[in-house]
């Protein structure tokens, strides 16, 4: 994602902001020549974002594969940080774009609604606001409680289906299928 990034999508967003400053947030950030650069920082790994996030104006997320959500992202939107991210990067989260984030896909629009909250003071504003109360909506701890209990509820109500007549319900049925070799000691 953040050669992708780097390679694709900040030449264009410098292009427009020529004075812009980016931040390389992560864990084990490869010591690649595209890593660095004008206007570029490599933070490397923080141990706790929040503190990071008070100093940036927008979050770019630029996920390109990977399932669950990702909680860097949650934690931009927690703090009031305006996201910028991809479709899979908002997948689980019930993002609305415009709205509670901005999704681009391909290298022009992510540049573009980077700009656009970079500059856009009513849109910054906006998705600011609306991000954080969609986290506060969509991830409390009463929504996530009501979730649990609806599975729960739904899982009592699930009748067992009946297992083929042979089929032998054991634990031992794993170490007949492969077993284990033990040596002697």
């Known amino acids: 994602a953040a050669t992708w990034f780097l390679r694709e999508i ?7 902001l020529p004075d812009a400053a980016l931040a390389l947030v992560g864990n084990n950030l490869p010591d690649d020549p595209k890593f660095h650069g004008p206007g570029i920082s ?12 008070a100093k940036y104006r927008v979050a770019v997320s630029p996920v390109r594969f990977g399932t669950g959500i990702k909680t860097k992202n949650l934690l931009a939107l927690a703090n009031a940080v305006p996201l910028v991210t991809t479709t899979v990067g908002a997948d689980g989260m019930n993002l609305v774009n415009g709205d509670s984030a901005l999704i681009a896909d391909t290298p022009e629009e992510f540049a573009k609604a980077v700009v656009r909250t970079y500059t856009d003071q009513q849109l910054w504003l906006r998705l600011s606001t609306y991000g954080r109360c969609h986290i506060a909506r969509e991830f409390s701890a009463e929504r996530m409680r009501r979730a649990v209990r609806e599975l729960c509820d739904t899982a009592r109500t699930i009748a067992p289906k009946s297992a083929a007549p042979e089929f032998r319900w054991s634990y031992r049925w794993v170490e007949d299928f492969a077993p284990v070799r033990h040596s002697g000691a």
């Not at 900040?10 to 427009?16: D, E, F, G, K, Q």
């Not at 490599?42 to 996030?53: C, I, K, S, T």
Request: charged fraction near 25%.
């Open 42 to 53: 490599r933070v490397g790994f923080v141990a706790d974002l929040v503190p990071e996030f």
């Open 10 to 16: 900040w030449p264009l967003v410098r292009r427009a």
